[in-house]
């Protein structure tokens, strides 16, 4: 057993693992492994049963992925979490955990691309109906509910438009009403706790700043354990009616002996074991990896983009920067109350040549590269109109933030002189 550490320095380092009892290794082992010797039939009888907790199989559960989920958890304030193969992943299955065929989700517009399409397309073609609502007003959420409505869903700070999310604004609508708030918060650890303000569930890709070192695809499901699913009964049948996928188990009440954990254990009991995404224990490890210096990058991604933000709102060739630095208005509002240690490394900025100085821009770059990611230690740039944000017609990439000639940038670690470097050298070669 480990310490019950709060501070996300120390849980990236500590959490959930001291050392390995047979061989005393500190850190984390990769258990490269399928499958788990039972002890005998009682013992593999209670595992399939829940009666007892512990591993099976490595497509539902791992020891190294445990070690990542703990950690995960601890650092967002949660009761579990499930560690799966992407980000992607990750959202599907914490909308599908709640929405069967007929059912619908009220959702924020403000989404990366590869989410917007997912619910718009992918979920419509299974029958479950993502209502987009824009999120500047809370009361587009409400607006938008009916009896079939199961779930909430927000990005905190949304890629790439970067105007924070209200969260408790949010929460506090759908509570009353029994539907859970689902947020995104790849572009906010550490400097968001999104239950602190009411959130439900928390998903991250775990690919941008968790990595942190771009060499892994994954993502993470969180749960809060503060929604209280058999309130509300008829609002959520997914954990209060007989599972037919598990013995007929009515996840609310048999789960309660194990803790407030009804909805990530049906998760991963049900979404995990039969749709089959599995973080490998691998990715899981270069996770824990990045966790370890999580905080303390996100920290010097903040400084550093404050900066960059500073210096290209001042720049005579650019049009707008969107930072939460220099928000106003309600985002300056949303950015202070929910954005407590430092606004982030993401940014977008329009250049006043519109779209082929948007392109001159980003191949002007040197240091910077030009990808499609966010959240590694270097910095990065892509323009999402042609590349992230490319299926999304002209409205709804106006929806999502995206004008045609928006920059996104991923600001990293580097020297902060060297990154302004960069930028002025790349923008002095764009034709004003
Ligand atoms: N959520 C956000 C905010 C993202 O930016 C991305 C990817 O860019 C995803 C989810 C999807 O994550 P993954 O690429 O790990 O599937």
């Not at 019950?4 to 959930?16: F, R, V």
């Not at 939460?324 to 985002?331: K, V």
């Not at 191949?363 to 999304?392: C, K, W």
Request: with cysteine.
């Amino acid at each position: 057993m480990t310490k019950n550490y709060t501070n996300p320095e120390t849980i990236g380092l500590h959490a959930g693992w001291r050392k390995d009892e047979n061989t005393n290794s500190v850190a984390v082992p990769i258990h490269q492994t399928t499958s788990f010797q039972f002890d005998d039939c009682d013992h593999a009888a209670n595992l399939f049963g829940l009666s007892e907790l512990g591993n099976i199989y490595s497509r539902i559960m791992n020891p190294t992925c445990a070690v990542l989920e703990d950690r995960v958890s601890a650092i967002e304030g949660g009761v579990g979490a499930v560690a799966v193969a992407s980000g992607q992943a990750a959202a599907a299955y914490a909308i599908q955990n709640l929405c069967k065929k007929g059912d619908n989700f009220v959702t924020s517009s403000h989404l990366y691309g590869g989410t917007y399409n997912q619910f718009k397309n992918v979920m419509a073609d299974m029958g479950i109906e993502a209502r987009f609502v824009d999120p500047k007003d809370p009361e587009n959420f409400q607006k938008a509910v009916d009896e079939k409505t199961r779930a909430f869903y927000g990005e905190v700070l949304p890629n790439p438009s970067f105007e924070v999310f209200p969260i408790g604004e949010v929460a506090a609508i759908g509570k009353p009403l029994g539907i859970p708030l689902i947020v995104d918060n790849t572009a906010a650890p550490v400097i968001c706790r999104p239950f602190d303000y009411g959130a439900t569930i928390i998903i991250h890709s775990t690919t941008k700043y968790i990595g942190g070192h771009g060499t892994s695809i994954g993502g993470i499901i969180v749960d809060s354990g503060l929604f209280d699913w058999e309130d509300f009964k008829e609002r959520q049948p997914a954990l209060n009616e007989p599972d037919p996928s598990y013995s007929g188990a009515v996840w609310s009440e048999a789960v309660k002996p194990l803790g407030p954990i009804a909805y990530i254990l049906k998760l991963r009991t049900t979404m995990l074991r039969d749709m089959g995404a599995a973080m490998s224990p691998f990715n899981a490890f270069m996770f824990i990896q990045g966790l370890e210096t999580l905080a303390l990058r996100m920290r010097e991604h903040s400084i550093n983009a404050d900066q960059v933000a500073d210096f290209l709102s001042k720049h005579p060739k650019v049009e707008r920067v969107s930072h939460p630095s220099i928000a106003d208005g309600i985002y300056q509002e949303r950015a202070r109350k929910y954005l407590t240690k430092g606004n982030g490394g993401l940014m977008g900025f329009e250049l006043k040549g519109g779209i082929e100085a948007g392109k001159q821009f980003i191949n002007s770059l040197e240091m910077f590269y030009h990808v499609a990611n966010i959240g590694d230690s270097r910095s990065l740039a892509i323009h999402p109109a042609s590349t992230t944000h490319s299926q999304l017609n002209e409205d709804e990439l106006l929806n999502a933030g995206v004008t045609p000639g928006y920059v996104r940038l991923s600001i990293g670690i580097e020297h902060i002189d060297d990154i302004l470097e960069d930028l002025s050298n790349a923008l002095d070669k764009v034709d004003a």
